[in-house]
T-cell receptor, first 114, second 113 residues
Framework: DGGITQSPKYLFRKEGQNVTLSCEQN?????MYWYRQDPGQGLRLIYY???????QKGDIAEGYSVSREKKESFPLTVTSAQKNPTAFYLC?????????????FGEGSRLTVL | GESVGLHLPTLSVQEGDNSIINCAYS??????FIWYKQESGKGPQFIID?????DKRQGQRVTVLLNKTVKHLSLQIAATQPGDSAVYFC????????????FGSGTRLLVRP
């Protein structure tokens, strides 16, 4: 089935460690996104990519990094510079150039810093 | 500033009743609005969308109403079922070329049996 796969579903990290969250899509979508979700809050955009080898910062990019070397993959690294990384991270994709607003989301990755 | 918000954080309804979830937006330039449903521990799922040149759009058991005069968006769910229990988000997009969605904080819908 087509969709977005995020891994791992749960991740624990010690302070000072970098972690990378995986996001793979087989929908042949050009655009991919990373959102952060905190309890009782809406989704906030971290980074997005409209096309391979290109990406832009979202509203809360500090302490995060991404790459887009392949169309189907958009990994997110949460660096030690991110001061409050414990959150639920959601990856999404959309068709891209004819963007209509419909995002397809993965199941999310929950990161907890110990 | 730009914001999308919700009037009620939690809505409890009886199974079989209709549900209405409300959302206020502040950016009059937004021309596209979307509702998402998020079940516990899962990613949001697209429910329905509406463009600013429309006042109403219907789907299967769901209807979205847009009142541009008062910048208000609502999602109506007919004959609410236990499977409708989730958090519902409204979001606005500034147009077909925009890659930025602004999400509201969400409303939790609880369906009583």
């Amino acid at each position: 089935d087509g969709g977005i796969t995020q891994s791992p579903k749960y991740l624990f990290r010690k302070e000072g460690q970098n972690v990378t969250l995986s996001c793979e899509q087989n929908l042949n979508h050009d655009a991919m996104y990373w959102y952060r979700q905190d309890p009782g809050q809406g989704l906030r955009l971290i980074y997005y990519s409209q096309i391979v080898n290109d990406f832009q910062k979202g509203d809360i990019a500090e302490g995060y990094s991404v790459s887009r070397e392949k169309k189907e993959s958009f990994p997110l690294t949460v660096t030690s510079a991110q001061k409050n990384p414990t959150a639920f991270y959601l990856c999404a994709s959309s068709i891209g150039s004819d963007y209509t607003g419909e995002l397809f989301f993965g199941e999310g990755s929950r990161l907890t810093v110990l | 500033g730009e914001s999308v918000g919700l009037h009620l954080p939690t809505l409890s309804v009886q199974e079989g009743d209709n549900s209405i979830i409300n959302c206020a937006y502040s950016n009059s330039a937004s021309d596209y609005f979307i509702w998402y449903k998020q079940e516990s521990g899962k990613g949001p799922q697209f429910i329905i969308d509406i463009r600013s040149n429309m006042d109403k759009r219907q789907g299967q058991r769901v209807t979205v109403l847009l009142n541009k005069t008062v910048k208000h968006l609502s999602l109506q769910i007919a004959a609410t079922q236990p499977g409708d229990s989730a958090v519902y988000f409204c979001a606005e997009n500034k147009g077909p070329s925009s890659y930025k969605l602004i999400f509201g904080s969400g409303t939790r819908l609880l369906v009583r049996p």
